[in-house]
């Protein structure tokens, strides 16, 4: 079996959703309300108080695009585009294919929505593959940042800010007829929670498409291949054993995953800049706050974990 040390933790900040069995914080996410859900993977508010000249440095790594509010906070990430610095914002993200090195100085708020792979297509956003690694307003995608701002009344308790989002999106998705993202999409992602070891022929096949259109739809709706995109999955799944959220019962299965040990350190340190000892040496409190919600989401899309039920880490 894997053996995993207990995660290094960062003692200056404080999150207001507490904190896993080993130390690590948490956010406020869940699962999005059911008629929305083909769309959606996953809505979340993150709230952490620091000293206000603290800076904290970290990094993301999401496998989807994100629509990302930052209310609190100044915050400089490192993009395909150069650095960027950001104060508050509506901010669409594209998927990442690697760490993406950030930072943010005092307390901060962050609410957001994952989108599923596919979204973009079907509700005629933008295409994925063009920002990958990267992030821009909302303004340049359609979506004015204003409007999202407005929809976060200061003091409003944190679920009432999600279901606010919940129904801007449920407008578009009405408004527009938005038909589901494609069922090959939705297969492939379900693969990658699964069985993210299973060869592109292989998918291809359990998909019920030939190779090549299993290359083309992942290409469009992730951004990326789907080689890529299997590798990604695999180690954002042991990224998430390392800082102590998931599912314990799953180490040897993520374990084997990787051929030996040599496997495991050259490609997790090729997609988050460290090796797997220095992940875990090293605080990684924003990081894990996402690790954690899309392990959420991950269990619940397996049938591990029903919505709202504690979970393995907490």
């Known amino acids: 079996m894997l053996r995993r040390k207990l995660p290094a933790v960062d003692p200056a900040i404080a999150p207001e959703q507490g904190y896993t069995r080993d130390g690590q914080p948490l956010s406020y996410n869940r699962a999005p309300a059911a008629d929305i859900a083909p769309w959606i993977a996953r809505v979340y508010v993150t709230r952490v108080s620091a000293p206000a000249d603290y800076t904290l440095s970290c990094g993301l790594f999401n496998d989807t695009a994100m629509l990302r509010i930052q209310t609190e906070g100044r915050w400089t990430a490192e993009t395909a585009d150069g650095s960027r610095r ?3 914002a509506a901010l669409f993200f594209g998927p990442q ?12 708020t962050s609410v957001g929505v994952a989108l599923r792979p596919g979204a973009c297509t079907a509700m ?27 929809l976060l009344e200061p003091g409003a308790p ?13 407008n578009r998705i009405e408004q527009m007829a938005c038909p589901p993202p494609d069922p090959v999409t939705a297969r492939f992602e379900a693969i990658s929670y699964r069985d ?13 498409v030939d190779r090549r259109t299993l290359e083309r739809v992942v290409n469009r709706d992730f ?25 314990s019962d799953e180490a040897d299965e993520i374990a084997l995953r990787y051929y030996d040990e040599s496997h495991l350190i050259h490609e997790f340190t090729e997609l988050f800049g460290m090796s797997p000892s220095q992940f875990v040496k090293r605080p990684q409190p924003i990081l894990t706050l996402a690790l954690e919600s899309r392990q959420a989401r991950r269990l ?8 709202g039920q504690i979970r393995p880490w907490e």
């Not at 995608?141 to 999202?148: A, D, L, N």
């Not at 944190?158 to 449920?170: P, T």
């Not at 619940?300 to 919505?307: D, H, S, T």
């Open 97 to 108: 294919s690697r760490r993406m090195p950030v930072s943010v100085t005092g307390s901060f």
């Open 86 to 88: 950001l104060c508050n």
């Open 223 to 247: 951004g990326m291949p789907p080689k890529q995109v299997l590798r990604r999955a695999r180690a954002l799944d042991m990224a998430s054993y390392l800082r102590g959220v998931a599912d």
């Open 300 to 307: 619940e899309a397996l049938n591990r974990l029903v919505p």
């Open 196 to 208: 993210p070891s299973m060869t592109v022929s292989e998918a291809a096949r359990e998909c019920g």
């Open 124 to 150: 005629q956003g933008p295409r994925v593959g063009d920002f990958v690694d990267r992030l821009i307003s909302t303004n340049a995608v359609g979506m004015p940042s204003e409007r999202f701002m407005a």
């Open 158 to 170: 944190m679920e009432e800010w999600l279901q606010q989002l919940e129904q801007a999106f449920r």
